[in-house]
């Protein structure tokens, strides 16, 4: 169902980084761990649930997760020392289900580095297909299946909030109208017809990853998610918006702040600016023709 054809546009990149504790379920010091066999085995789809403080949510996310997904499949939940215990559930679950693990962060540093972190431990873990969510119900694990299945002619599948089908629900106008002024914004500034850039929903195939760079990501919050998916784009990897339907966090709180929303606001023209730089320098970017009349 899920081709695993490279496009021809990538350029692989070694990544040297080697996850240091990963605790996935009976393979209880982290040195083992990354002996474990499972690293070895073609994993088709790895899950990615970055959690901070989300001991409600944790139990019942994983068990949705897993029964959405292909037999061959991991779940990797990412924790920053939660201090409401959640990675003691998530050491529990991964002691009880052998298609998850747990990667331990030593402080809350973002959702963007805890992301990266992630990347990291699932290519180096044979990933496939590397799917990332919240783990507040905010995305609905019903909804794998479905951003799966353009995986056969996408590299990129966004779950779009907005395109026809999507939509928010139990948001007040004031965090709504942030969300779109928000995605248009980024999309204005970077020139590039995709609808929901700041969405947390996706699934890349490896190769995207591969080619990202990671080491030189270090946007925390929504320019984290602006910033995977048009540097993507550049390199010419194909996206895709699939609709999806948004709800506000059941339980627990928001770690969205002001803060986020202005790192946005300047990494966003500073990301077009940078990856045109990049491109120019690398011979890639075609000036313009000058005008005849
Ligand atoms: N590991 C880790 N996870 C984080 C961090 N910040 C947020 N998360 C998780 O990332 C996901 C999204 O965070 P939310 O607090 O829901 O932020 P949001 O979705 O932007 O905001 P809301 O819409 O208000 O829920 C959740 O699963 C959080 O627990 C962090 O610093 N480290
Ligand atoms: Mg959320």
Redesign the pocket.
């Known amino acids: 169902m899920y081709s695993t054809r490279a496009p021809s546009v990538v350029a692989p990149m070694k990544l040297q980084a080697t996850p240091k504790d990963v605790r996935p379920a009976s393979q209880p010091s982290p040195q083992r761990a990354l002996e474990g066999a499972w690293l070895a085995e073609p994993a088709g789809v790895w899950v990615l649930l970055p959690t901070y403080n989300e001991a409600a949510n944790l139990e019942a996310i994983v068990s949705a997760v897993l029964d959405h997904l292909p037999p061959i499949r991991r779940i990797l939940i990412i924790d920053d020392s939660s201090p409401d215990g959640t990675g003691r559930i998530a050491d529990h679950l991964a002691e009880s289900h052998q298609d998850v693990s747990v990667l331990h962060r030593p402080e809350k540093r973002g959702l963007g580095p805890a992301y990266v972190a992630g990347f990291r431990v699932a290519l180096e873990g044979g990933a496939r297909f590397i799917a990332q969510m ?1 783990a ?1 119900f ?1 995305h609905s694990p019903a909804d794998l299946p479905r951003l799966l299945e353009p995986l056969d002619e996408a590299d990129l599948v966004l779950g779009s909030r907005y395109v026809r089908g999507g939509r928010v629900e139990n948001w007040g106008r004031v965090r709504r109208s942030l969300s779109r002024a928000g995605c248009l914004y980024a999309r204005t500034v970077l020139g590039v017809g995709v609808q929901d850039l700041t969405g ?1 929903f996706k699934i890349f195939r490896r190769e995207v990853l591969e080619h990202l760079e990671l080491d030189s990501i270090s946007a925390l919050g929504y320019a984290f998610q602006v910033e995977t998916t048009y540097r993507a784009m550049r390199a010419g990897f194909r996206v895709i918006e699939a609709p999806i339907v948004f709800r ?2 059941r339980v627990g709180e ?3 702040s002001p803060a986020i929303v202005a790192e946005a606001a300047w990494r966003v023209p500073a990301l077009r600016l940078a990856t045109t730089r990049d491109l120019r320098r690398a011979g890639r970017l075609i000036p313009r023709p000058a005008s005849s009349d």
């Open positions: 919240d507040d905010s947390g506000d966090r928001s770690k969205m």
